[in-house]
């Protein structure tokens, strides 16, 4: 039985773990975690305060008060978004404050959750592990559809610098950067739609889960 089980899906920006880690969840008849909502609902408090994201007091006091109701805010996604989560991610006594709230969601439910450093920190010991990746100016590219289908019309230039810039800084963080855990399954992504990546995905997890 699959009760109880953790998938960790980690990878760059807008590599499409959500889309993955959703429809494995669905498949699978497990619970679904964008950890990534944490930290972007952590960064959009501290916005609303017109405080600074790198603040590390600061920070770790909306990390600690975050609701659900944060979670479901329509504004949490978007370059200013984007930028603030990624500090506030930076910072090790957030991490450190939304790191037990995660560990039990997955163990409640099982389930499946995305993020930088799911396989690495927060459940190294899970049995399936799965790195997306995609070239970066694919990745820009879906994130430039992404904000054109919310009306938003960015320059497709400054959305590639803003993924790389993101990605450098998740990347080389002291605490838990964003990289492939030791046993991890890396999946690119580059020439695969969504359809394509998830058949891809099911057969490394078919084959990990026996
Ligand atoms: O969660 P993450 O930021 O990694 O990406 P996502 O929100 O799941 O996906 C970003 C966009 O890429 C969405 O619009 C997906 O439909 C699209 N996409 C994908 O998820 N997977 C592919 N293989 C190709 C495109
Ligand atoms: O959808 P996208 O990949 O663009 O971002 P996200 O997964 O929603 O994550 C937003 C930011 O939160 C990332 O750039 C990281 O700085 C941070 N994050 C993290 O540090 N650890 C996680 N497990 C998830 C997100």
Same mark, same amino acid.
């Given at each position: 039985?699959?009760?109880?089980?953790?998938?960790?899906?980690?990878?760059?920006?807008?590599?499409?773990?959500?889309?993955?880690?959703?429809?494995?969840?669905?498949?699978?008849?497990?619970?679904?975690?964008?950890?990534?909502?944490?930290?972007?609902?952590?960064?959009?408090?501290?916005?609303?305060?017109?405080?600074?994201?790198?603040?590390?007091?600061?920070?770790?006091?909306?990390?600690?008060?975050?609701?659900?109701?944060?979670?479901?805010?329509?504004?949490?996604?978007?370059?200013?978004?984007?930028?603030?989560?990624?500090?506030?991610?930076?910072?090790?006594?957030?991490?450190?404050?939304?790191?037990?709230?995660?560990?039990?969601?997955?163990?409640?439910?099982?389930?499946?959750?995305?993020?930088?450093?799911?396989?690495?920190?927060?459940?190294?010991?899970?049995?399936?592990?799965?790195?997306?990746? &995609?070239?970066?100016?694919?990745?820009?590219?879906?994130?430039?559809?992404?904000?054109?289908?919310?009306?938003?019309?960015?320059?497709?230039?400054?959305?590639?610098?803003?993924?790389?810039?993101?990605?450098?800084?998740? &990347?080389?963080?002291?605490?838990?950067?964003?990289?492939? &855990?030791?046993?991890?399954?890396?999946?690119?992504?580059?020439?695969?739609?969504?359809?394509?990546?998830? &058949?891809?995905?099911?057969?490394?997890?078919?084959?990990?889960?026996?």
């Amino acid at each position: 039985s699959l009760a109880g089980v953790v998938i960790a899906v980690d990878g760059p920006a807008a590599a499409g773990k959500g889309t993955l880690a959703r429809r494995l969840a669905e498949s699978l008849g497990l619970s679904y975690l964008d950890t990534g909502l944490l930290y972007r609902a952590t960064g959009r408090r501290l916005l609303d305060e017109g405080a600074d994201p790198a603040d590390p007091a600061r920070a770790e006091a909306a990390a600690r008060a975050l609701t659900p109701e944060d979670l479901r805010r329509p504004d949490l996604r978007g370059p200013a978004a984007d930028r603030a989560a990624s500090a506030v991610a930076a910072i090790p006594a957030v991490r450190a404050a939304l790191l037990d709230w995660q560990r039990d969601f997955g163990r409640t439910h099982g389930a499946v959750l995305d993020g930088r450093d799911i396989g690495t920190v927060v459940f190294p010991e899970a049995p399936v592990k799965l790195f997306v990746t &995609a070239s970066d100016e694919e990745r820009a590219r879906r994130r430039w559809l992404e904000l054109r289908g919310r009306g938003v019309e960015a320059d497709p230039a400054q959305v590639l610098a803003e993924l790389r810039a993101r990605d450098a800084q998740d &990347a080389s963080r002291a605490t838990a950067p964003m990289k492939p &855990a030791g046993d991890a399954l890396l999946l690119d992504t580059t020439a695969l739609d969504a359809e394509a990546a998830f &058949a891809a995905a099911w057969a490394l997890v078919r084959e990990r889960l026996g």
